[in-house]
């Protein structure tokens, strides 16, 4: 088990008092947010009204916005603004809580998995580390849900991320719908082909402290997610970047809006139609910044690959290999080429 002195909290705790952050999160002039950010206004990423009475439109929007950008906000959703409050409110007592009791949740040292309370997650190369703490666990179906890493403390966790993952379901089949008729296919082809019922709702909790050199540091390295799609809540204070033509960018806080990443499993099943997005987070000087991104991902024994509709002999050929989702996972985080 990670001690209670590795968590990138107990380090802030330190590191505010010195000014400095310790070498392993530092990161190479490549990387700095300071010398890597395109300073000026945020990126207005497509915000696209899931509530709009043409749904051709919303579909339109929703597969440019997929292509060009793999990224979107949504607005006018469907879950109620105290449902976000409370999931918030519920996550952010939970890192509150004195030490001991969040390591009552910490992810076991010899699992395989990513449930549960940690700071590390994959192998980063010259092994730095990212400035965040993390709560990883499955919310939807109920097979796959482990109580045990749910926190009993605050009382009103369990009820908070139940009543979110209600609402949020609808969300998800609308936009897998959209998705799949913006790729010229039936409506439920997409969900079906990535697992349908049985696929993976997987919440992840981050936790980035105050940071004294937000500059040098980052909060979670470039990537793009594993999932099928990622659809994230933020509060308030800003640390979303996206990658266009080699240099970050911010993207604008939209309050009540949810944010959609396209992830690797759809760029794959959509034969490179659809981007995954490469994304980071930055860190803040003074507050602490949280997210709550949900993974939807599928089982994994599901074989991903490129749409058979999607393919042929003429001039579109299979542009990625098929292979069991578990397997993908294993070598992304473990840096083996896919």
Request: net charge negative; charged share 25%; glycine share 6%.
């Amino acid at each position: 088990m990670e001690v209670a002195m590795e968590r990138v909290q107990a380090i802030a705790s330190l590191s505010r008092s010195i000014n400095t952050i310790p070498l392993e999160f530092i990161r190479s002039e490549s990387e700095q947010p300071a010398i890597t950010t395109v300073h000026g206004p945020a990126l207005e990423v497509p915000c696209i009204d899931l509530n709009d009475p043409d749904e051709e439109k919303v579909v339109e929007l929703i597969a440019k916005a997929s292509e060009e950008w793999g990224l979107f906000q949504v607005v006018n959703h469907g879950i109620p603004n105290e449902v976000i409050m409370k999931l918030q409110e519920a996550g952010r007592e939970f890192f509150e809580l004195p030490q001991e009791e969040k390591e009552v949740y910490a992810k076991p040292p010899d699992s395989k998995d990513v449930e549960g309370y940690g700071t590390k997650l994959q192998k980063e190369l010259q092994g730095k580390k990212g400035w965040v703490d993390h709560l990883f666990h499955r919310i939807w179906p109920p097979p796959v849900i482990n109580y045990n890493f749910w926190p009993k403390n605050p009382p009103t966790y369990r009820e908070a991320n139940e009543q979110y993952t209600e609402y949020l379901r609808k969300v998800t089949d609308k936009l897998f719908k959209s998705l799949s008729l913006g790729l010229g296919l039936e409506g439920h082809e997409v969900k079906e082909a990535i697992g349908g019922e049985d696929l993976v709702y997987m919440l992840k909790i981050n936790y980035y402290p105050p940071c004294p050199r937000p500059d040098l540091a980052l909060g979670v390295v470039a990537h793009t997610d594993m999932s099928t799609l990622t659809i994230l809540v933020p509060n308030e204070i800003p640390g979303l970047q996206v990658c266009r033509d080699g240099w970050w960018y911010d993207v604008k806080y939209i309050a009540n809006a949810l944010i959609v990443h396209i992830g690797d499993q759809i760029e794959v099943l959509s034969n490179g139609k659809y981007k995954a997005v490469l994304h980071r987070s930055i860190v803040n000087k003074e507050k602490t910044r949280m997210s709550w991104p949900v993974f939807l991902e599928p089982p994994d024994d599901k074989e991903i690959g490129p749409h058979p509709k999607l393919v042929d002999h003429e001039g579109n050929p299979a542009k990625y290999k098929t292979k069991k989702f578990g397997d993908y996972v294993y070598c992304k985080l473990n840096k083996i080429p896919q």
